[in-house]
């Protein structure tokens, strides 16, 4: 329809420009015409003219007259009567007079300004003035002058002559001239004749030429016509037309399918009335108005717009609008492209309902990572710490074999955990790349020496060296190349035996960059083709791994990889089954200065005096053990079971450091934080460090935005507390603290009474659904540290049902609880 109109407009407008451009072709060659004739029609009458011979004339008979003058004094020489006399003074004057008019009429003005006719007939000119006073004195001074005048009027003879002879030239050549421009006129004449001709020809030719394009044209208007029809006809889109005022000129068959209205009852008819909704009549009127008086052809948006539309039935429906304006005529016409949209509506509200849920499962799995990792974390608390604990006892070697077995076990548990949550950090993006100076040698030297142990173990050997020149110092992130090459060494190790293991480092060169590689060799069992293609993915083992009693999760290179590729690099195998294989992991080199405190030694070696610590923890089993390390190491304790406390002990002491557990009753850790933070408290700039079984990024951003300076996961470690008491830590001596007891019976007796007062209370029916999850999440972390992992796994799904706010399923589960409770084996540490 468009397409139509504006083609129509354009035929219009090829006609207009067309008979424009011979109306003013014709103005032109009229106006040069007229312009040659007046040319012609002057230079004519210029040669008809006697002008030349006038003044030839007018010359001619000076010299007669000065002849005439001349003869009459001669005579009156002869004869000096008074008759002569007087003939002598009227000679004098016809030739004064003639030559005044040669010196002064406009007629020779052009020849004047000759030299050669100017200057002879101004001197005349001044000679005969000189005369006057001779010429009109008594007859007897005249009569006595005849002579000089005679020799007078022959010198002017002379002049008039020279004068004659120039203007005689300059009329020849003013002649001359006249006649050649005349030639030339004629000449452009005939040359715009001829133009004239040729350009009525091309004119002639190109209207027979527009003629025979219009009527192709026309032919071809009349075939797209057809074509529009069939298409506007066929058109999946409603096609309506409107005039300014909103009245329907055109209405397609699938607009008449789409609003189920008959285009012979909408002809005419205000487009407002037929298809917008009611809601929106306000809109559309003011839209409506807005184009009549502002000419602002848009609607709200640009391009394509979703909108709301009605049918005959009422119904409204969402709409899809382009809309274009034309001219048809010289009327002006919007065309309105509408789309149906309610199926792709109500696919995309799936698709978002779809995504919706898929956000929400994908929370869910991130709370359950979190909380899963809190719950695993909070017993290992109680485990590891409490065999750190027994292992500083005396034991016999029986005993010591079942405690070292033990905390084997429980550090190979909090191994696969943190390998989970790794890749779970990098599947969510938020593992980040920290780089810092290191030192390559003493980082190598390290990882080495933590894993001497265990490839003695196995009967094997490890060294390692620089391939080439050694680079001591670098800028990368330490923590993730200590991972990786760990991870490596870890496979070497497992799948050794009374064999070898090299570590090689190489700088080398590919590309324009420079790399670090570095090469884990060993002698064991080696890697079929086959699983070196699929080692490096999660969850992958080698079948010969179960043979040497070593099968993990299959998470270790999976986590090297990642690590490798967020550094920057690349890591490959390539082995022989039964002769070994070689590890290679390869990172960006970028050599780095030496730190200013290279040379000192580091804190973490100096003597820390004992400090004065307030730990806030609401899980007796959890506080017991923290507060027992932090005794053995010297440092003063004060306890406090939930945040409003840590808040109120906080602002009356000043203490040299705060461990401040996360998940409390009443207030949490988050919110003690910023309550000493913002308070005026003692204690309100002191290091508080987070006590946290949730080791996820956002995790730790939650505690750092809440003012906290550092972070101890749980378990709870002797090397973790020392690394973060000599980090954040201050350097005033405090008293010691009391040596460290046995703490085994009484935590044991502690974790009884605690389990016994919440069954009791739970048999009161609390109706507080938040205080029954707290008080469940307690136990249940107690209750994992002390073996009785039935009782743990119901107290975690009556946390679950309770936070839910499921009261039907938290009573269920609380019955549950107390009947597993009864059963449960005694508490046992170690």
Not at 48 to 76: G, K
């Amino acid at each position: 329809m468009i397409q139509l109109i504006q083609a129509r407009a354009a035929k219009l407008k090829a006609w207009t420009r067309t008979w424009v451009f011979l109306i003013v072709l014709g103005g032109l060659c009229s106006a040069a015409i007229a312009y040659l004739v007046a040319e012609t029609v002057r230079e004519l009458r210029y040669l008809h003219s006697a002008r030349s011979d006038n003044v030839h004339w007018v010359m001619s008979q000076a010299e007669v007259e000065n002849l005439d003058f001349r003869n009459a004094v001669d005579l009156a020489r002869i004869e000096p009567s008074s008759a002569r006399l007087t003939q002598v003074v009227v000679r004098f004057d016809v030739f004064y007079s003639r030559m005044v008019t040669l010196g002064t009429a406009s007629l020779y003005g052009d020849l004047r300004s000759i030299d050669g006719f100017g200057g002879p007939v101004a001197e005349i000119r001044a000679r005969l003035d000189q005369l006057i006073p001779l010429i009109d004195g008594d007859r007897a001074a005249l009569r006595a002058g005849l002579a000089d005048l005679s020799r007078e009027a022959g010198e002017m003879r002379l002049l008039l002559r020279q004068a004659t002879t120039a203007g005689l030239h300059f009329f020849a050549e003013r002649s001359d001239q006249s006649r050649e421009s005349f030639a030339l006129t004629l000449m452009q004449l005939a040359l715009f004749s001829v133009a004239l001709l040729l350009a009525l020809a091309f004119l002639l030719q190109r209207t027979l030429r527009i003629g025979a394009q219009s009527q192709l044209r026309g032919q071809e208007l009349a075939q797209a016509y057809a074509r529009l029809n069939v298409i506007l006809e066929t058109s999946l889109d409603a096609v309506v037309v409107c005039d300014l005022d909103g009245r329907i000129l055109n209405f397609n068959s699938a607009a008449e399918r789409i609003f189920d209205h008959a285009v012979a009852d909408v002809l005419g008819k205000e487009i407002a009335e037929i298809l917008v909704p009611d809601h929106l009549r306000a809109a559309h009127d003011a839209g409506m108005t807005r184009m009549r008086e502002r000419g602002e052809h848009r609607v709200s948006g640009a391009g394509r717009v979703r909108l709301e539309a009605k049918r005959r039935n009422g119904e409204v429906f969402p709409v899809e609008m382009a809309l274009e304006t034309a001219q048809a005529g010289e009327d002006q016409v919007f065309v309105a492209f509408l789309r149906d949209i309610s199926t792709r509506v109500a696919r995309e509200n799936e698709l978002v309902e779809a995504r919706d849920k898929a956000l929400a499962g994908e929370k869910a799995k991130s709370d359950f990572l979190a909380m899963m990792t809190h719950e695993i974390r909070t017993p290992l608390n109680g485990l590891l710490g409490n065999l750190a604990l027994i292992g500083k006892t005396t034991l016999t070697p029986v005993q010591e074999r079942y405690v070292r077995n033990m905390d084997i076990s429980g550090k190979l548990l909090m191994h696969h955990v943190d390998a989970v949550l790794d890749v779970a950090r990098f599947e969510t993006g938020a593992s980040m790349v920290r780089e810092e100076v290191v030192h390559l040698g003493n980082l190598v030297r390290d990882i080495v020496h933590s894993q001497s142990s265990a490839a003695e173990a196995n009967g094997n050997l490890m060294q390692w060296d620089w391939v080439g020149e050694a680079i001591e110092w670098v800028r990368l992130d330490g923590s993730r190349l200590q991972q990786v090459l760990v991870n490596l060494l870890g496979n070497a190790i497992k799948f050794t035996r009374d064999g070898h293991i090299q570590i090689e480092i190489e700088q080398t060169r590919e590309s324009e960059t420079d790399w670090l590689e570095f090469r884990v060799i060993d002698s064991g069992i080696g890697i079929s083709d086959d699983d070196q293609l699929r080692i490096f993915g999660d969850f992958q083992t080698v079948d010969d791994a179960a043979t040497l009693g070593s099968a993990g999760t299959g998470l270790g290179l999976g986590i090297a990889r990642r690590f490798a590729e967020a550094m920057g690099g690349s890591i490959g195998v390539e082995s022989e089954p039964g002769e070994g294989s070689v590890f290679w992991v390869k990172v960006p080199l970028v050599p780095a200065d030496p730190p200013q405190s290279a040379d000192q030694p580091p804190r973490a070696a100096q003597e820390l005096p004992g400090q004065d610590v307030l730990l806030v923890e609401d899980n007796e089993i959890n506080l017991e053990l923290a507060r027992a390390l932090l005794v053995s190491l010297g440092h003063r304790v004060t306890e406090a079971r939930d945040g409003e406390d840590a808040v109120a002990i906080a602002s009356t002491h000043r203490f040299d450091l705060i461990l401040m557990d996360i998940r409390m009753p009443r207030l949490d850790g988050l919110g003690a934080t910023v309550a000493i933070r913002s308070g005026q408290g003692a204690s309100r700039d002191v290091p508080i460090i987070a006590l946290s079984a949730n080791v996820l990024p956002e995790a730790r951003v939650r505690f750092t935005e809440a003012g906290m300076s550092g972070f101890l996961p749980k378990p709870l470690t002797e090397a973790d507390l020392r690394q973060a008491l000599h980090r954040f830590a201050a350097a005033t001596p405090h008293a010691q603290g009391a040596p460290a007891s046995d703490p085994k019976a009484q935590l044991v007796a502690r974790y009884a009474s605690e389990t016994g007062e919440f069954f009791d209370w739970l048999a009161t029916g609390p109706e507080d659904m938040a205080e029954i999850a707290n008080r469940a999440h307690q136990i249940a972390g107690s209750a994992a540290a002390f073996g009785q992992m039935d009782l743990r796994g119901v107290l975690a799904r009556l946390e679950i049902h309770a936070n839910a706010g499921d009261r039907a399923a938290t009573v269920a589960a609380m019955a549950e609880a107390r009947a597993v409770w009864k059963v449960a084996p005694d508490p046992v540490l170690g």
